[in-house]
């Protein structure tokens, strides 16, 4: 293929991507994060208020994490009544709301929520001492409350999670009537509404702290980096890292997505934000449309694995499994790198394939140029680790992190804001977190019901019964399960409801319990790339205009890790440092080349296009890899270097022979 086809960007082209990838960076992506529908407004005053409200909740949180969060109710209740108020401002009812100014009902209803707010946060302790003993108003206002919770939802985020939400309630109600084993005595109106709002085991429950306490100052974090320059940064270096080798773009992109999708905690994001840049660029490289927004869905599809921040899912599966939240950054750092390595992989392949090269230097970044700009970006996340393995909150880390990267930014000259540049970075930072605050009342809602009649209990049982107590089954039962609620969930809802539902079928079966979470939490990211309904994916043919079912599979093939992980952590206790360090090693390096010859058989070339014998063999080698059986891994890797010796000897020189008679045969005619 000629090289100076693709690889000759104009300078008309280059400046557009550019123009692309600056301005998608400086709107904070808002139309990928769940904000595309939320209101502008024509009214100065209207723009200053909610301005106002969104910097007081930042700020407010902010320094909660510094100097101690009050009591529950307070911290909880502020969190929620700041979202239901900012959610009714922002979002519209219907299509046909207006678009530049909230409604009467909106105004309403934001009044509303902060009485109710209040109304939990004053009566907290006095419910406390007199238990399920409540008021006609308190069970009034507990009505409210939650229908409040489930319309901000609704609005925010679609109908999926507020129907589901209204389903439990009902179970709650109408227990004795459901049939079989999920059956169970049933509680009356008062007693469920009353938990689900007037306590902290619903809608105030573990979620909404864990949001209110940890996820939103990463969120804010997360704003702070990329409004002082740090979203650029993490873009060049990759590219100057990998951009002149082979498939350069399209390994830079991987990179890029890895580390801007830790930070945005939304494949959908991560693809919006990256992908407008680097799939025109993978394109112009000579990579298939449909190969490029795979790519670049798979890789933005990883980011949400990637340490420190993982999300949001990172906090919830620490207080979920009951362990330090530094246990889970360290055991998943592991499963990610394997994770990028394996699309890392595949992405050479297709280069080598279908022989593209990569950029020339004048088209990249200098290395030592990009790295002396913006070296000063990676000291929050050094701060975050060395913090949390030094026995700190996750809070804490992240306020000193927060603190860090403003210091260094107010100080650098060239990133410096004034006053309204800082409102504006807090508003935004503030209306980001709407995404995930909007359905802290509903997941509540959900968690509530479940501790309320024992449901968790009741689906395990089914879970392990339907699967004939047979682990790999189950496993798949899981896998299934998180696809088909991630076509109307975010992760994070997927990944909570299958915590509460299915982790305690897996822990019954003998897996250990941080092991259970870690499953659930890799199965619920692949409904973003994983036919027939991939958004991440769809996202990517949107922007490479691309065949979107085409570009689903191609996504599916290069996400592979994310259906294999799950197994180790099942399978290989050396996935969750459970063991020697040699043990930890061997076991980490099997599982790398069983990902690099499962690449080989989903691709169809290793040194050379191979024969379909040649795939089974790479196949088979996969497999041995992943078993958790040192003599296995053997055997494996001897297919694995046997079938490259093979190609290296016999194919290869073979393939070239092939060629020059065919390029004989077409110059003789």
Same mark, same amino acid.
Request: charged share 10%; net charge neutral; aromatic share 14%.
């Given at each position: 293929?000629?090289?100076?086809?693709?690889?000759?960007?104009?300078?008309?082209?280059?400046? #557009?991507? =550019?123009?692309?990838?600056?301005?998608?960076?400086?709107?904070?992506?808002?139309?990928?994060?769940?904000?595309?529908?939320?209101?502008?407004? +024509?009214?100065?005053?209207?723009?200053?208020?909610?301005?106002?409200?969104?910097?007081?909740?930042?700020?407010?949180?902010?320094?909660?994490?510094?100097?101690?969060?009050?009591?529950?109710?307070?911290?909880?209740?502020?969190?929620?009544?700041?979202?239901? /108020?900012?959610?009714?401002?922002?979002?519209?009812?219907?299509?046909?709301?207006?678009?530049?100014? &909230?409604?009467?009902?909106?105004?309403?209803?934001?009044?509303?929520?902060?009485?109710?707010?209040?109304?939990?946060?004053? /009566?907290?302790?006095?419910?406390?001492?007199?238990?399920?003993?409540?008021?006609?108003?308190?069970?009034?206002?507990?009505?409210?409350?939650?229908?409040?919770?489930?319309?901000?939802?609704?609005?925010?985020?679609?109908?999926?999670?507020?129907?589901?939400?209204?389903?439990?309630?009902? %179970?709650?109600?109408?227990?004795?009537?459901?049939?079989?084993?999920?059956?169970? #005595?049933? %509680?009356?109106?008062?007693?469920?509404?009353?938990?689900?709002?007037?306590?902290?085991?619903?809608?105030?429950?573990?979620?909404?702290?864990?949001?209110?306490?940890?996820?939103?100052?990463?969120?804010?974090?997360?704003?702070?980096?990329?409004?002082?320059?740090?979203?650029?940064?993490?873009?060049?270096?990759?590219?100057?890292?990998?951009?002149?080798?082979?498939?350069?773009?399209?390994?830079?992109?991987?990179?890029?997505?890895?580390?801007?999708?830790?930070?945005?905690?939304?494949?959908?994001?991560?693809?919006?934000?990256?992908?407008?840049?680097?799939?025109?660029?993978?394109?112009?490289?000579?990579?298939?449309? %449909?190969?490029?927004?795979? /790519?670049?869905?798979?890789?933005?599809?990883?980011?949400?694995?990637?340490?420190?921040?993982?999300?949001?899912?990172?906090?919830?599966?620490?207080?979920?499994?009951?362990?330090?939240?530094?246990?889970?950054?360290?055991? $998943?750092?592991?499963?990610?790198?394997?994770?990028?390595?394996?699309?890392?992989?595949?992405?050479?392949?297709?280069?080598?394939?279908?022989?593209?090269?990569?950029?020339?230097? =004048?088209?990249?970044? =200098?290395?030592?140029?990009?790295?002396?700009?913006?070296?000063?970006?990676?000291?929050?996340?050094?701060?975050?680790?060395?913090?949390?393995?030094?026995?700190?909150?996750?809070?804490?880390?992240?306020?000193?992190?927060?603190?860090?990267?403003?210091?260094?930014?107010?100080?650098?000259?060239?990133?410096?804001?004034?006053?309204?540049?800082?409102?504006?970075?807090?508003?935004?930072?503030?209306?980001?977190?709407?995404?995930?605050?909007?359905?802290?009342?509903?997941?509540?809602?959900?968690?509530?019901?479940?501790?309320?009649?024992?449901?968790?209990? #009741?689906?395990?049982?089914?879970?392990?019964?339907?699967?004939?107590?047979?682990?790999?089954?189950?496993?798949?039962?899981?896998?299934?399960?998180?696809?088909?609620?991630?076509?109307?969930?975010?992760?994070?809802?997927?990944?909570?409801?299958?915590?509460?539902?299915?982790? &305690?079928?897996?822990?019954?079966?003998?897996?250990?319990?941080?092991?259970?979470?870690?499953?659930?939490?890799?199965?619920?990211? +692949?409904?973003?790339?994983?036919?027939?309904?991939?958004?991440?994916?769809?996202?990517?043919?949107?922007?490479?205009?691309?065949?979107?079912?085409?570009?689903?599979?191609?996504?599916?093939?290069?996400?592979?890790?994310?259906?294999?992980?799950?197994?180790?952590?099942?399978?290989?206790?050396?996935?969750?440092? =459970?063991?020697?360090?040699?043990?930890?090693?061997?076991?980490?390096?099997?599982?790398?080349?069983?990902?690099?010859?499962?690449?080989?058989?989903?691709?169809?070339?290793?040194?050379?296009?191979?024969?379909?014998?040649?795939?089974?063999?790479?196949? /088979? $080698?996969?497999?041995?890899?992943?078993?958790?059986?040192?003599?296995?891994?053997?055997?494996?890797?001897?297919?694995?270097?046997?079938?490259?010796?093979?190609?290296?000897?016999?194919?290869?020189?073979?393939?070239?022979? +092939?060629?020059?008679?065919?390029?004989?045969?077409?110059?003789?005619?």
């Amino acid at each position: 293929m000629n090289q100076d086809n693709h690889n000759n960007l104009s300078e008309e082209e280059q400046l #557009r991507i =550019d123009r692309l990838a600056e301005e998608k960076l400086e709107q904070g992506s808002e139309e990928a994060i769940g904000l595309h529908n939320h209101r502008s407004f +024509d009214s100065k005053i209207i723009t200053n208020i909610v301005s106002f409200i969104c910097v007081v909740f930042a700020l407010t949180f902010i320094y909660f994490a510094y100097w101690g969060y009050p009591n529950p109710q307070i911290s909880r209740g502020a969190y929620l009544g700041f979202i239901l /108020v900012l959610c009714f401002l922002l979002f519209p009812a219907t299509k046909n709301s207006p678009k530049n100014k &909230p409604s009467i009902i909106d105004w309403i209803l934001a009044a509303v929520s902060v009485y109710c707010c209040v109304f939990f946060i004053y /009566v907290y302790e006095d419910i406390m001492f007199r238990g399920a003993d409540v008021t006609a108003l308190e069970i009034i206002i507990s009505v409210v409350g939650i229908l409040l919770c489930l319309e901000v939802t609704r609005r925010v985020v679609g109908n999926f999670m507020p129907v589901l939400a209204i389903l439990f309630l009902l %179970y709650a109600y109408f227990g004795p009537y459901v049939p079989g084993m999920l059956a169970h #005595r049933g %509680y009356d109106f008062a007693r469920i509404v009353s938990q689900q709002w007037l306590t902290i085991y619903g809608i105030f429950g573990v979620v909404t702290a864990i949001f209110a306490n940890f996820v939103f100052l990463f969120i804010i974090l997360g704003t702070i980096l990329e409004r002082f320059g740090a979203a650029r940064f993490f873009i060049e270096l990759p590219y100057s890292l990998v951009g002149r080798s082979r498939g350069g773009p399209a390994k830079a992109a991987v990179l890029v997505s890895g580390f801007i999708g830790s930070i945005s905690g939304s494949a959908v994001a991560n693809v919006s934000t990256t992908g407008t840049f680097t799939i025109p660029l993978m394109k112009r490289t000579g990579y298939k449309p %449909y190969v490029a927004a795979g /790519v670049e869905a798979a890789a933005s599809t990883g980011g949400q694995m990637v340490p420190p921040i993982m999300g949001a899912a990172a906090f919830l599966i620490a207080e979920f499994a009951n362990v330090p939240y530094a246990t889970v950054v360290l055991v $998943s750092i592991g499963p990610a790198i394997l994770y990028f390595a394996s699309v890392l992989w595949m992405v050479h392949l297709e280069a080598v394939k279908e022989g593209l090269e990569g950029l020339r230097k =004048d088209q990249l970044p =200098d290395l030592k140029v990009t790295f002396k700009k913006g070296w000063f970006y990676i000291i929050p996340f050094v701060i975050i680790f060395v913090l949390l393995f030094e026995g700190y909150s996750p809070g804490l880390a992240a306020f000193w992190a927060i603190v860090s990267i403003f210091g260094i930014g107010m100080i650098n000259p060239q990133t410096r804001m004034n006053y309204y540049g800082i409102v504006e970075m807090l508003t935004l930072a503030s209306k980001r977190s709407l995404l995930i605050g909007s359905m802290a009342g509903s997941i509540g809602v959900l968690i509530g019901v479940v501790q309320l009649t024992g449901l968790g209990l #009741r689906a395990s049982e089914f879970i392990v019964d339907l699967s004939a107590g047979i682990l790999p089954l189950a496993i798949i039962m899981v896998g299934v399960a998180s696809y088909i609620l991630g076509m109307g969930l975010t992760v994070t809802s997927s990944y909570v409801i299958l915590a509460i539902l299915a982790v &305690p079928a897996l822990t019954e079966l003998g897996i250990a319990a941080l092991a259970a979470h870690l499953i659930v939490f890799w199965f619920s990211q +692949d409904a973003n790339v994983t036919p027939p309904v991939c958004l991440a994916a769809y996202t990517g043919a949107g922007i490479a205009g691309a065949n979107p079912m085409q570009t689903g599979w191609q996504s599916f093939m290069f996400a592979r890790g994310l259906y294999v992980m799950p197994f180790m952590f099942a399978y290989v206790p050396a996935f969750l440092l =459970d063991a020697p360090v040699y043990d930890i090693v061997l076991n980490y390096l099997a599982v790398l080349f069983g990902l690099l010859a499962m690449g080989i058989f989903f691709r169809g070339f290793f040194v050379t296009r191979m024969f379909w014998w040649e795939r089974i063999i790479a196949a /088979v $080698s996969a497999f041995l890899l992943f078993t958790p059986c040192h003599y296995q891994d053997l055997i494996g890797l001897a297919l694995f270097v046997g079938l490259f010796i093979f190609e290296r000897k016999v194919s290869l020189p073979k393939a070239i022979q +092939d060629k020059e008679q065919t390029a004989a045969i077409t110059e003789s005619q």
